[in-house]
Each structure stands twice: as structure tokens, then as C-alpha cells.
């Protein structure tokens, strides 16, 4: 959105009526005496209040305001909304109020530049989470008027997951699972080798001798009883919908934590076990949006 004249109102501040009285009280006294030094104070603060408007609509116009995406977040946190405000002008604008709800930050953008800052928005169910229209003021540079912007609604959202919570522990209906091409599992009882690091392999199973000789990360390769499989059932978890949720949710933190391979058993879904970054937030993503209407679009 740029912030054109049509999309900026202007106000006087409190200050601002203030001085129109104290305009006002001078000229009366310059007109009852007859001065001339009292009529060129007149119009002296007179010029000087027009000129501060168009300094202060100027402040705000031809800014360039973009609502950026939001990484995932667990019902209940606070997702940060990052806000790009760009500055074409070759002029710097300066005491800029950024209000989202009710957070405020004071801004200043160079000349040419592009200023990016964070707007916490509380989550409260999962879903979508998007972020609050926002607004920009400045009373710049003498206080005597107040401009706003119209509201900026961006359409950039973020995914709320279920909040992990639940009482009961990881299921334990595992089993082996396939081997490597190798012939080696990767996880397993006797030490079988190196390999490359894989996102999601365990921190502990790092090499780190000889990931320092060969300046690349380096994960130890064990051959024995095999990965350990574990199936997230919907059936596992009771009571209604959101505790169902909330539970699994719970277990998908608790099976990554532990490197197990995991999967989710739900009505119409079905994932197959996996472990690593990718495949935790695949899992968590699926629970989110799980029955929304907007999930089966």
C-alpha cells in the first residue's frame, strides 16, 4: 500500500488548538491597539503553522508499507509479523508512529532505504493467523498537527499449530524399521561408520573429531536392531477435537526430540513415519489446519 493524499488525514493536535487560541488572542490585540509589530507576529506564526502542515503530511506521503510473512507458531504464542516500509524519497522521514492493537513503535527511515520491523500478534486458536490492520502517524516537526494513514491490511498469514499439551506419554506400538542401502540402519547398537549429516539426525550422534579434520559435518552410521517406529493415532488420544489435537501435537514434539521415526494415523490422513525438520513441520502443519474449511481448498 503507498500512503498517497487520499489514503492521509490531518487533524490539529492539542497543541495545535492551543496555539490557534493564542493565534487568535494576538491578532484581536494587534486589531484593538492597532499595532504593527503585534499584526507581523500574527502573521509571522501564521506562515509558520502552514508550512508545518505541509511538513507534516509530507512525513508520511509516497511511503510504501508491506505486510511480510510469519514463520508457524503453537496456539498461544505470539507471532511476529515482519513490516517493510520503504522510502523512495530523498529526504529522510523521521517520528514515525507504527500502531498495530495495541503495540506502538516510534520509526525513522533513511532517505532510499527500506525499513523492516516486527508486529506481535497473540494467537489463540489454530488455523490462520493474520496480522492486525496497521496504521502510521506523525505529528512532525512542531506538534501542531496530528496525520494518520488510512488502515494497511496486508493478506500474508501465518500457521497456527495445536498447542502441545496432554497428559499421556509417547505411544509405544514401534517397530524396525527398513534398513539403509547399505545394509546399516541409522540407528542401532554397534558403530558402523561415517556419513554426511542429514537434517534431523540427532544432535549426539555427531562426530565432531571428525567433523573438524573435514570441515563438514560428519554423523556416526550404527547397524544393529533398526529404527524405532512410532504411529500417532487419532484413536490414541481421547476426548473432543482440540484435546485430540493438542495431545498428538504434544507427541510430534516429544518424537522428534527423542529421533524416532513417527506418523500421523488421522480420519482422511495418513503420513507416512519420518524424522527431521521437513517432516516435523509437515506433521504440526497437518494438525493446524486439520477440518478447517480453508484446508480443504
Given amino acids: 500500500m503507498v500512503l498517497t493524499r487520499r489514503k492521509l488525514f490531518m487533524l490539529p493536535t492539542r497543541h495545535g488548538l492551543l496555539f490557534s487560541v493564542v493565534l487568535l488572542a494576538i491578532f484581536l490585540a494587534s486589531v484593538n491597539y492597532n499595532n504593527g509589530l503585534a499584526y507581523g507576529l500574527t502573521f509571522l506564526l ?16 509516497g511511503l510504501e508499507v508491506k505486510i511480510l510473512p510469519c514463520g508457524p507458531v503453537f496456539a498461544g504464542d505470539t507471532a511476529y509479523f515482519r513490516v517493510a516500509i520503504r522510502n523512495s524519497g530523498d529526504y529522510p522521514r523521521v517520528a514515525i508512529w507504527l500502531f498495530c492493537e495495541d503495540h506502538r513503535q516510534l520509526v525513522h527511515i533513511e532517505p532510499s532505504m527500506t525499513l523492516q520491523t516486527e508486529v506481535p500478534v497473540a494467537s489463540f486458536s489454530r488455523g490462520y493467523i493474520t496480522c ?99 504411529w500417532l493415532g487419532w484413536d490414541q488420544a481421547p476426548g473432543p477435537t482440540e484435546s485430540r489435537l493438542s495431545q498428538m501435537s504434544k507427541w510430534v514434539v516429544a518424537a522428534e526430540e527423542a529421533g524416532v521415526h513417527y506418523g500421523l494415523e488421522m480420519p482422511g490422513v495418513q503420513l507416512e513415519p519420518g524424522r527431521g525438520v521437513l517432516h516435523y513441520h509437515r506433521c504440526l502443519h497437518t494438525l493446524g489446519l486439520w477440518g478447517l474449511k480453508e484446508d480443504r481448498q
Avoid at 49 to 57: C, G, I
Fill in 46 to 61: 501564521t506562515a509558520t503553522a502552514l508550512v508545518s502542515m505541509l511538513h507534516t503530511h509530507r512525513n508520511l506521503s
Fill in 132 to 230: 492486525a490492520p496497521l496504521r502510521l502517524s506523525s505529528a512532525y516537526p512542531l506538534g501542531l498537527q496530528y496525520t494518520w494513514s488510512a488502515p494497511v491490511i496486508g493478506d500474508a498469514r501465518a500457521v497456527v499449530y495445536p498447542s502441545p499439551a496432554g497428559i499421556l506419554p509417547l505411544p509405544q506400538n514401534r517397530s524396525q524399521a527398513r534398513f539403509s542401502e547399505s545394509g546399516h540402519s541409522l540407528d542401532g547398537d554397534d558403530f558402523a561408520g561415517l556419513r554426511e549429516f542429514v537434517p534431523g539426525d540427532p544432535p549426539g550422534h555427531i562426530h565432531w573429531k571428525a567433523t573438524a579434520a573435514h570441515q563438514s559435518l560428519l554423523t556416526k552410521q550404527f547397524a544393529g536392531e533398526g529404527t524405532d517406529e512410532v
